[in-house]
């Protein structure tokens, strides 16, 4: 079993839809966890961290269940620039930060 | 803006040699990441330097080796290069675990 898996993708929405990303990590001491999202030929930037008790930032909101081990990323009102390959991150932090990415899902926002 | 910055952005290399690339953190980031991103993939992890010192390593053998300085860079050497050794290679740093990485634009390697 991989250490981070995601939604295969891709996903193709209108403009204006609501988008749910779903992730899943192997872990159980997995420690912090980030959503990123990564544009063609660019470098990760990050989008939000993920905490237990949820938290949303805008038309982003992200959820972490530690007992199934479960991450999601919501997306409200997509806009045509949300498109972009979206990766789901797990930092394990034993003695160092071993940070994994999940394979990444694509977004394409249609208008 | 990124405070990340890698150098060279593009760098064409034959099977065999051997590449350096090279990354500046933004000051007070004492650890620093490298990853290695093949097309259609999201980024592995190579290994980690904190202070100067390797603390922790992902699965990559020992001709990918690396140095964080004081002045807060860090360099990636690859020896022996082979074919698959070609991809974008990012250097991400942070203050923080808590804070989450930033990521330098990378640079695209390609062994012909």
């Known amino acids: 079993r991989k250490e981070v898996e995601q939604d295969p993708g891709p996903f193709n929405v209108p403009e204006g839809a609501t988008v749910a990303f779903n992730c899943t990590y192997s872990?159980?001491?997995?420690?912090?966890f980030f959503w990123y999202r990564q544009d063609c030929r660019k470098e990760p930037k990050l989008l939000m961290s993920?905490?237990?008790s949820g938290n949303e930032d805008g038309r982003f909101t992200a959820q972490l269940n530690r007992a199934s081990q479960y991450i999601s990323l919501l997306i409200r009102d997509s806009k045509l620039s949300d498109s972009a390959t979206y990766l789901c991150v797990v930092n394990l932090g034993t003695s160092y930060d071993k940070v994994i990415f999940g394979p990444g899902t694509s977004l394409s926002v249609i208008p | 803006e990124t405070g990340v910055t890698q150098s060279p952005t593009h760098l064409i290399k034959t099977r065999g040699q051997q590449v350096t690339l090279r990354c500046s953190s933004q000051?007070?980031?004492?650890?620093v990441s490298w990853y290695q991103q093949a097309l259609g993939q999201g980024p592995q992890f190579i290994f980690q330097y904190y202070r100067e010192e390797e603390n922790g390593r992902g699965n990559f053998p020992p001709r990918f080796s690396g140095l964080q300085f004081p002045n807060y860079s860090s360099e990636l050497n690859v020896n022996a290069l082979e074919l698959d050794d070609s991809a974008l290679y990012l250097c991400?740093?942070?203050?923080?675990?808590?804070?989450?990485?930033?990521f330098g634009s990378g640079t695209r390697l390609t062994v012909v």
């Open positions: 872990n159980s001491a997995s420690q912090s």
């Open positions: 000051s007070g980031h004492n650890t």
């Open positions: 993920v905490y237990s």
């Open positions: 991400a740093s942070s203050p923080s675990r808590t804070y989450g990485y930033t």
